[in-house]
């Protein structure tokens, strides 16, 4: 998978004070999730990838493009959506869309036409000439990221994309997100302080802790990992399967309804196969237990 | 089959951008477009629009005045108001309280809004630099004091040279008022788009700076009064900030003055045209520093 973001030693200090150390990282392209508690350094590192701070030391490449002397460059293929509230009260969507667009480089035309599809396209069709003073914190998230979609970047850095949203406009949010990587093929940076946001919309993960990357991988491995067995549910005689396969020196204890059977190898997906044919139950649930981001978070968290 | 199937498009997708980019400069001409329209009044609020009209209504007023004035002056001959038969210096003496108040209009307007609302993670995360945000800024406000100081005093030239009975008679005499009158209202323009911008950037509401920006010049100008009267030193004038460009306009035009009350009550000799042009260019590069040292803390 190539590479969307890599830095090397990249380190920011503010008036003396560590907000990012020495952060060497490879970030492949896709939907990756940039995880931290809130000050552990997401937003910063998210500007220096921009440009719009420069690094106390070390370097940093987006998308090919040095940030320290590259900024222009990388702007025009990188959408910025800031977490802070930063839009014109007495403007419409629309004008800012169309005027953010054409400061990307897009033509007048194209910027209107693109404003209209981008603010259609996160569900602002309707409401899209109203000032944006009216609109609802979840309208004006859609509109961050209408302008950080309008000049159809390759990567967009999306800021707590889901701050300040109810339930219902986080998940419409989430939806929305997963669309730009899945559907739009568009790469993405997903810095958020909630796990369930990243756990949901990102196959990659990078996980900050007071300006260190405490670990990064593939969402699927780093939970996978740590899985202990695998996770069965089975219909019929489960006692006589449950002592097949002890039998077969496999540890099983109930969870729940389900079984967790200790795996060590894949030899064990064979092993309970065979027993429920001999045992003569109905194989309903067959799944490699994971534990959540959460989990993998507070562990990390508990770490030294 | 016989109706006619027809194709409904129900979500129209993201459609990928295959064309070309155009480049910073294309960018920023048209940001100092969309400013500029913002300026005029274009999408903002009918106050806005309101007060705009009334001040271009003013600065027509004055136009129209300076230019019946001087034909009549035209008429009765050399017995006329030297200030008559020269009615461009006039008109900028006059037009000075409409500039002042139309940049206490705009550059709030166009700077404090954008920092009460941090709008401008927004921009920088564009390809441009912090200098051209402000340089767009600059622009549209400069643009907008320009077209009311420069536009009617061209015109008011134009319409006197053609009013003349030999056009180009009258062009050739009054080719160094023409150097006067573009020099002039780009200083005018200049001084007072440097000096509201410095003012807005201090601060997020559009009240404090447009109170501010005009208030300073009349305090100035009050204080420059009380202290002619008390003191009797010319330097006194310098601190008549409003009045630093209008004094440069008087001496490219030549009608450097004393200043003078009636009945021996005072008068003072004018500095010399240079002291008055450094305490402009000293007010515009303050102002400058001002607004780079604000914007620079702000966006880093």
Known sequence: MASAISTENLSKRYNGLPALEGISLEIPEGSVGLLGENGAGKTTFMKLLLGLLSPTSGSARVLGFDVASQGLELRRRVGYMPEDDCLPADQSAFDLVVRLGRLSGLPKEVALQRAHDVLHLVGLGEERYRPIGGYSVGMKQRVKLAQALVHDPKLVLLDEPTSGLDPQGRGEMLDLIGDVHKKMGISMLLSSHLLRDVERVCEYVVILRAGQVVTQGKLSELLGGLSEGLLVRVVGDQEA???????????????????????????????????????????????????????????????? | MSAKSKGVIYDRGYRPYEGRYLGRGYALAGFIGDELKRALGIKRSWKYRLAIILLLISELFIFFFYLLMSQLADFFGAGAPQTLLNPYSGFYEASAIVLLFLSALVAPALLCDDRRYRVYPLYLARPIRVYD?????????????????????????LGKTFLAGDALEYLSRHLRDLGALLASGLLLALFYTSWAMGISSLTVSRGYAAGAILGL????????????????????????????????????FGTLSPIELPGDLLRIEPLSVWAYLAGALAVIALSWAIVWMSYHREMR
């Open chain 2, 133 to 157: 945000y402000l340089w767009a800024k600059a622009g549209a406000i400069f643009g907008v004091l320009a077209l009311v100081t420069l536009g009617p005093a061209l015109l008011l030239f």
């Open chain 2, 217 to 252: 010049i009349f305090l100035g100008g009050l204080l420059n009064g009380l202290l002619l009267f008390a003191l009797r030193e010319p330097w006194v004038m310098l601190l008549d900030l409003g009045d630093l460009p209008l004094r440069v306009k008087d001496g490219l």
């Open chain 1, 241 to 304: 399967f449950v002592q097949g396969l002890r039998a077969e020196g496999l540890k099983v204890e109930a969870v729940g309804t389900r079984l967790l059977v200790k795996a060590d190898s894949d030899v064990v997906y064979d092993v309970i196969l065979q027993q429920a044919v001999q045992t003569g139950v109905q194989l309903r649930y067959l799944e490699r237990e994971s534990r959540s981001l959460e989990e993998l978070f507070w562990d990390l968290h508990r770490q030294p």
